[in-house]
């Protein structure tokens, strides 16, 4: 099943911040590199809303689901 809505840049950030204490982001050419402990997540979209795909996919990858659904309610 295909995963609909967006979220916004802003509130992803603002999740990873309260989630993932410590993240850090690098600005490629097409992409953002979101990096937290020992992960690099090498491919999040620079767009200001984001298909929440793409966050589900962050979100799995870092291990923050539980904290991040409080944040994004599209997550729970």
Known sequence: MAS???ATR???WDML???APGWKCKET???FRVM???K???SFPKHSSIDIGH???LVKFLG???CAGEHIPLLK
């Open 40 to 42: 690099t997540y090498p």
């Open 36 to 38: 937290w402990k020992d």
């Open 29 to 31: 050419d097409h992409f």
């Open 4 to 6: 609909h809505g967006h």
């Open 17 to 19: 911040d309260a989630c």
């Open 10 to 12: 802003k509130a992803v």
């Open 64 to 66: 923050i689901k539980a």
């Open 55 to 57: 966050v589900k996919r």
